[in-house]
């Protein structure tokens, strides 16, 4: 029996070819849309899609960029793009070998963009229509996917470039295409029928209209690229976590929600709740299927739900839903903060390790250059230190971890992230807070001490060890 469902997607990712050619570093997706009406058969080539998706892009490099480069299932094919205000744009099409991997052919798109990405124009967007099946790639070269536009399961995933990645006809370009960092994506899916949807756009919104089913995705964070699976799952969901299993799951899934549950209830009377932002996603797939990590969900196969996913995994995820503002980005203090808060929350063994590991990457690092052991904290990234600033804001909550304790380092942690959930906060305003919020002088000489003085060096030149560093404060 054949389905007729709307998938409306986003996701994406870049790379190109201008006149001359750019690296795929230089793009970057900032939103997309993508509007899909599928039919379903269980003959793969009756299976029918007619899709069009919108993104808007910019460029982060220095040469002009006219031309992107796409690639789509060998079983779609593109029909026309358009740019700003509907424009038609120049497209030269072919079915193109993939060098260096798996996948014999691709459908390839060249398209000429209205203008030329520049430093002075960095940002246009456009508009892609194709149409086709999906065509199993198991079936030509791609191993263990066997994903088609069947009614009884199907995923859209760039991994079966059911929408088109941006991306140079080979393998390096494609792997680099599939990780593109998390942007704005939306989805919207359409069908008769009780099957449901679920995805990394983990925040849904289901409408009845006449007997067909409106699902509206999107999520409330920047998502990796949307993979989106329509089957008849089961769903447990809170304010953290959604668990989807198809059928014959539910025990399995009634247990993961639970772990997931303790975790989440864990983290939030240490760190605090997760604010702003949607549930982590564990989605099962069919037996088979290969796991897929992303920023926001666990793909995993439903054979291995019981066993296939530790509790480290579970904490590591649901942390990552509550990183500090400000956390990932190079020479930000949150990087370091984050760091020490996962390794204390994971136990006393990687705690350890961690703290190891910093002193040591940093007394390495001064030893190469003593400027940094001169040099406060609040002034390194005006020399250009970043990366060591990482690791010595890393080493100094590492070192305030010991000092304060278990319970009161928690305590002053939740207060840096409540302090600073909504505002930019630079090292000089983490030092403020730090002098104002511990009570301890020793303590607080230590804060001073680096982030003030840049006395660092002269406490790691006479430390040989993490504990030798943290005793000379208490």
Do not use: C
């Amino acid at each position: 029996m054949s389905r007729t469902f709307i998938a409306l997607i986003s996701f994406w990712f870049l790379a190109v070819t201008p006149s001359a050619e750019a690296e795929s570093s230089e793009i970057r997706l900032l939103n997309s849309t993508l509007i899909t009406k599928l039919h379903f058969d269980r003959n793969p080539e009756r299976g029918k899609m007619v899709a069009a998706l919108q993104v808007s892009l910019r460029t982060t490099g220095e040469d002009p960029i006219d031309t992107v480069t796409v690639l789509l299932n060998p079983g779609l094919r593109f029909v026309r793009a358009t740019g700003p205000k509907n424009q038609p744009l120049q497209m030269r099409t072919s079915a193109t070998p993939i060098s260096d991997g798996d996948i014999p052919t691709l459908n390839m798109a060249e398209i000429t963009l209205a203008a030329p990405l520049t430093n002075d124009a960095p940002r246009t967007g456009i508009t892609i229509h194709y149409e086709g099946f999906l065509q199993d790639l198991t079936m030509n070269g791609r191993s263990r996917l066997g994903e088609t536009l069947h009614p009884d399961y199907t995923v859209l995933r760039p991994q079966n470039f059911a929408y088109p990645v941006f991306a140079e006809p080979n393998m390096t370009a494609i792997r680099t295409a599939w990780n593109h960092p998390p942007f704005g994506q939306v989805a919207f899916v359409e069908f008769a029928g009780n099957n449901t949807v679920v995805s990394n756009l983990t925040d849904v919104e289901p409408t009845l209209e006449g007997g067909v089913t409106k699902f509206y995705l999107k999520n409330r964070r920047p998502t990796q690229l949307a993979t989106i699976a329509i089957g008849p799952f089961t769903t447990q969901r809170t304010d953290t976590v959604l668990v989807a299993m198809l059928p014959g799951g539910s025990d399995e899934g009634a247990s993961l929600a639970g772990r997931a549950a303790n975790q989440s209830n864990m983290l939030d009377r240490l760190i605090g709740p997760a604010s702003g932002t949607s549930p982590f996603a564990f989605i099962s797939l069919p037996a088979g299927h290969n796991r897929i990590l992303q920023n926001s969900a666990l793909f995993i196969p439903e054979d291995t739900i019981a066993t296939g996913v530790s509790d480290r995994e579970i904490l590591e995820f649901l942390f990552n839903q509550r990183r500090a503002r400000g956390s990932g980005t190079p020479g930000h203090w949150a990087t370091g903060l984050d760091r020490v808060v996962l390794a204390a929350l994971s136990g006393e063994n990687t705690l350890e390790s961690a703290q190891k590991s910093l002193f040591q990457t940093a007394k390495t690092s001064i030893e190469a250059n003593p400027d940094l052991g001169k040099t406060a904290l609040i002034d390194f990234i005006t020399k250009g230190y970043t990366k060591e600033l990482d690791t010595l804001s890393g080493l100094l909550f590492a070192s305030l971890h010991d000092l304060l304790g278990r319970d009161d380092f928690f305590a002053l942690v939740r207060g840096i992230r409540a302090e600073f959930t909504t505002s930019y906060a630079d090292m000089e305003s983490l030092n403020e807070y730090l002098e104002a919020n511990i009570d301890d002088k020793k303590v607080r000489k230590l804060v001073k001490n680096w982030v003030e003085k840049g006395r660092n060096g002269k406490d790691l030149a006479k430390t040989a060890a993490f504990d030798a560093l943290v005793k000379r404060y208490r």
